[in-house]
């Protein structure tokens, strides 16, 4: 049974006369009827009671006509699908971030998506740190990512999305809390709380290097999962951390942040993704964060 027979029934049925069936469907009368004897030919049955002067369903035409209807709008409907997903509007985008400072960046994103196209959606893994998220966009776990590097990578593509700036966090009773600023040397003998070294987190990278340019190794006292753990443990007065201001915003009142003399040592967040890509949804996505997530400088 073919769609075009299908769409032959269904167009007689309705208009009940061959000729203008055939008109509707642009084709000569004869194919028509041969296209419907066929039709029923195949399906054991008649489908119309035919008189010189009248076409009308039989009994079998009543009772295929609506299965006939649905089979002709499930084609529709693949064929929209299709239509929408090669031009953006229907798709599944994988979004990976790490810390509490791009929630809110993420956000921003979906829900203008959700808006603007709802027929995309979102897989969001919040856990996905700088080397992680590089690495499954390039073997196509993730799509995009929001990360920080100090070179890009190759075959990655994306812009800064937000300028971060490092500080020391400390707890409310800490000597250093009330300072304006605080020159990394000043934390040699501190108690350092960090992010594991796998998988690799730039944040990490970035304090135990600051350390190490201000002429010493911090004494790492503990490993924590995330950024609000770190948070805890500061809070309880475990030992400090070196964080970004971004991420230090979202610790709440238990954790002083205070910036470090380190004016050249601003990082930025990237929304990445992979340069040869070619999924129309992904697109789309991208086209709402260049307004939702302009370009920082």
């Known amino acids: 049974m073919e769609l075009s027979q299908i769409r032959a029934f269904v167009a007689v049925a309705e208009e009940l006369h061959f000729g203008r069936a055939a008109e509707r469907l642009g084709m000569a009368q004869p194919p ?16 119309f009671q035919r008189t010189t002067r009248s076409v009308s369903l039989s009994s079998a035409g009543e009772a ?6 649905h089979m002709l709008a499930t084609q529709q409907a693949a064929v929209e699908s299709v239509h929408r997903s090669s031009s953006g509007q229907i798709g ?21 998506s959700e808006e603007n196209n709802p ?20 073997d196509g776990t993730l799509d995009l990512a929001l990360v920080r590097w100090q070179q890009r990578p190759s ?26 600023s605080v020159d990394v040397a000043e934390l040699s003998e501190e108690r350092f709380i960090f992010l594991p070294s796998r998988p690799n987190s730039n944040l990490r990278e970035t304090g135990m290097r600051l350390c190490l340019d201000a002429g010493f190794a911090p004494r790492v006292v503990q490993e924590a999962p995330d950024s609000q753990s770190i948070a805890a443990l500061v809070g309880a007065g475990m030992g400090v951390t070196i964080t970004f201001d971004s991420v230090a915003a979202g610790y709440g009142s238990d954790v002083v942040a205070v910036p470090l003399n ?11 993704y992979r340069l040869d890509h070619h999924d129309a949804a992904l697109d789309s996505v991208l086209d709402i964060a ?5 370009t920082v400088r």
């Open 262 to 272: 380190a004016d050249n040592e601003t990082t930025k967040l990237y929304l990445a």
């Open 155 to 180: 075959l990655i593509a994306g812009r800064p999305v937000q300028i971060e700036r490092p500080c020391v966090a400390v707890p409310p009773g800490h000597p250093l809390a009330k300072r304006s």
């Open 290 to 294: 260049e307004a939702v997530l302009p």
């Open 119 to 138: 027929g995309v959606s979102f897989q969001l893994e919040s856990r996905v740190y700088a080397d992680e998220g590089l690495e499954r966009i390039m």
């Open 64 to 69: 295929f006509y609506e299965p006939a209807k």
């Open 92 to 112: 599944r985008v994988r979004f990976g971030y790490s810390h509490p400072s791009s929630r809110h960046l993420v956000a921003a994103l979906v829900a203008a």
């Open 32 to 47: 028509l009827s041969r296209t419907i004897r066929a039709l029923e030919t195949e399906l054991g049955a008649s489908l």
